[in-house]
């Protein structure tokens, strides 16, 4: 299957730094990447659909301003956290389409982020 | 708003048989996707259901019933490394549209 990578796999940072996190297909172009997060003992929840070359797509609740979400080609989209606080701690897992009708997507291995 | 529902949590013992249900009323369905999750990973892919009937792939089957909003995950043979969260996911519309996950079924195999 298709091969998403994401970057860093872990990071642990102080409150108020901005922490960048980098979502790679390595094996197909993905119009379309999604990020999601994920609390403790939670299911995924949605945060943002990105889709390359214009503005992503935010989910009500989620700060446009604060999740910044930049994908300047069809293999790499990144999310920036910014002014991260203990609460932002979470896992965060992007996923990626490959192909234009086809429904399957598939997921990068997560970033935990930790905010002290 | 869109609702997904599974079970919390259910035990097995190894080589039985487990079902896991999902059931969900969403705006829209273009396909039922379950993945299977480890602690700390990333949802790996197990099986993608858009018409009603029986998928069989291995000791893994998806069954999904549109008209009656309803899927399950059959596991056979269980084996101590199913051990893991699965995950019932809804696509709503066309393809490139965000998946809507259900809450997750915990499942704990023992000796």
């Known amino acids: 299957g298709a091969v998403v990578s994401q970057h860093p796999s872990r990071v642990i940072c102080k409150s108020g730094t901005s922490v960048k996190i980098e979502c790679r297909s390595l094996d197909f172009q993905a119009t379309t990447m999604f990020w999601y997060r994920q609390f403790p003992k939670q299911s995924l929840m949605l945060m943002a659909t990105s889709n390359e070359g214009s503005k992503a797509t935010y989910e009500q609740g989620v700060e446009k301003d604060k999740f910044l979400i930049n994908h300047a080609s069809l293999t790499l989209s990144t999310l920036t956290v910014t002014s991260a606080h203990p609460e932002d701690s979470s896992f965060y897992i992007c996923?990626?389409?490959?192909?234009?009708?086809?429904?399957?997507?598939?997921f990068g291995p997560g970033t935990r982020l930790t905010v002290l | 708003g869109q609702n997904i529902d599974q079970p919390t949590e259910m035990t097995a013992t190894e080589g039985a048989i487990v079902q896991i249900n999902c059931t969900y009323q969403t705006s829209g369905f273009n396909g039922l996707f379950w993945y299977q999750q480890h602690a700390g990973e990333a949802p790996t892919f197990l099986s993608y259901n858009v018409l009603d009937g029986l998928e069989e792939k291995g000791r893994f089957s998806s069954f999904l019933s549109r008209s009656k909003g309803y899927s399950y995950l059959l596991l056979k043979e269980l084996q101590m490394k199913d051990s893991a969260s699965y995950l019932c996911a809804v696509i709503l519309r066309e393809a490139g549209t965000a998946l809507i996950f259900g809450k997750g079924t915990t499942l704990s195999v023992s000796s």
């Open positions: 996923s990626a389409r490959a192909g234009v009708s086809y429904n399957e997507q598939f």
